[in-house]
């Protein structure tokens, strides 16, 4: 907020819900995912996903990953 940012990064769930609390605009690494596929600047979103969950650790529930996808391939 003090540095006025247009927009946060953020994942984990407790931060989300304060950031909403406060009416900052926010969004995680699935939604830069989902604009750089719909800027073309990514080969497969598909794939990307998937390097996420395997070389990250981060967990993508199958409705989120189909809801995702569902724009694309």
Request: avoid cysteine; charged fraction near 35%; aromatic fraction near 2%.
């Amino acid at each position: 907020m003090e540095e006025k940012a247009g927009l946060i990064l953020l994942d984990e769930r407790e931060g989300r819900r304060r950031a909403r609390n406060v009416g900052l605009e926010m969004t995680g690494a699935l939604g830069i995912l989902a604009q750089a596929d719909r800027r073309g600047d990514l080969d497969s979103i598909s794939s990307a996903l998937d390097r996420l969950e395997s070389e990250a650790g981060f967990w993508i529930g199958p409705a989120l990953r189909e809801q995702i996808l569902g724009g694309s391939e």
